[in-house]
């Protein structure tokens, strides 16, 4: 799969919402619409707006969320542990790179702390990242290696598994129009890539459905 390297490098935050709504008008032009009436004569700097907040991860990088660290203490997790930290059900909304359509998915993400260094994050950095990631112009395939990759990077662990289910609004409203598809994407990293019964267990994990209305 080509990777597109300008997706991994974070833009300065000077976009114009002004340049962009031009760029709208002149398309709604040529679509055969009336920019001046009513219900448009605003849309070109709505869509502005709005297509910059889709992409605001493209100025940010994940290691301004996964700087923010722990440390375990060695009694409370043993050298030989390869217990994991999991969440699942990431929400995330990213934007089709290839059809500027809507991807909408969750992701759920596994890692092994290093049992030298005992390093952990807080668990909304987590989503912060997939966050990071989703809101730039995106392949599912790509998004989910780089969580992973940014993970693996600033948190040296000894394994991190990323598993990804969206679906595709570029295969809904065009296309094939298949409304039920759901891609599924993995990416695994350390441990995971050498022990296979690692993401059995990250699998098995994933089936529990816990009790959470007395919380």
Known sequence: MEINDA???PLP???RPDVLSKLLYDVLVELGEDPSRPGLVKTPQRWAEALITYTQGMTQEPEEHLNVIFKLEEDDYPSESDDMVLLDNIQFVSTCEHHMAPIRGVAHIG???NNKSRVITGLSK???VVSVFANRLQVQEQLTQQIA???DKHLDPLGVIVVI???HYCMIQRGVRQHDTRTLTTARRGAFLSKSELEFKFQEYLKL???TNNL
């Open 7 to 9: 997706a991994n490098t």
């Open 165 to 167: 289910q969206a679906v």
């Open 209 to 211: 459905k816990i009790n």
């Open 126 to 128: 987590i989503a912060r």
């Open 111 to 113: 890692y092994i702390p």
């Open 149 to 151: 990759t940014a993970i």
């Open 13 to 15: 935050d000077n976009r």
